[in-house]
């Protein structure tokens, strides 16, 4: 599988900042990732407290140091809302649309505070025009629990298409599908 090489470590739009993660980001990182409603569709809530005591001994900065790893911040505060990754999707795992099976996968999680203000479309949008202007045209996917709805209008306003659907994690997940250099050419507002 090739690595990922994205040249860049910030993006930003009018609302939102793409930024590696730093040290004020580790609160609000323990709170959405044990908050049982963000993480209603990505089996559950986890510990806190094991959470916090795993990123501060590997370092907050672990937790975008891949490079399509990033934090979705608030441009003025630079508060965190969530983070959000452009990935190679392991050939070991079910959801792939290509025989060679090295498709991107982009995939996200917001703050529940951030929720229904367009700022994941954005986030993801931005993601995706900003590595389209250093990577070859390519698939990416987008996988989702089926029943996520709000995931999968997400998806299909970036421009993602049906792919079909497959068992995954004891659920079906629904897989969608593009190619980089035509995704994320959304209306922003």
Not at 129 to 135: E, F, Q, W
């Amino acid at each position: 599988m090739a690595q990922l090489d994205l040249p860049f470590t910030r993006a930003r739009s009018e609302r939102i900042l793409l930024r590696k993660a730093v040290s004020v980001d580790l609160d609000a990182y323990v709170e959405m990732s044990a908050d049982p409603e963000v993480r209603r569709y990505l089996g559950g809530p986890v510990s806190a407290q094991r959470l916090r005591a795993r990123i501060e001994a590997r370092g907050i900065a672990s937790v975008t140091e891949d490079p399509g790893a990033f934090v979705i911040a608030e441009p003025s505060s630079g508060q965190l809302l969530g983070t959000l990754m452009l990935e190679r999707r392991s050939a070991h795992r079910r959801g792939h649309v290509e025989p060679d099976a090295d498709e991107l996968e982009v995939s996200y999680l917001l703050r529940r505070r951030s929720w229904g203000q367009g700022l994941a479309t954005e986030a993801v949008s931005l993601l995706l025009r900003t590595a389209a202007a250093h990577l070859p045209d390519q698939t990416v996917l987008a996988v989702t629990q089926s029943s996520n709805l709000l995931s999968l209008a997400l998806a299909q306003r970036i421009g993602f298409a049906y792919a079909g659907t497959f068992t995954e994690f004891d659920a079906e997940q629904w897989l969608g599908v593009g190619r980089l250099h035509t995704l994320g050419r959304v209306e922003q507002g």
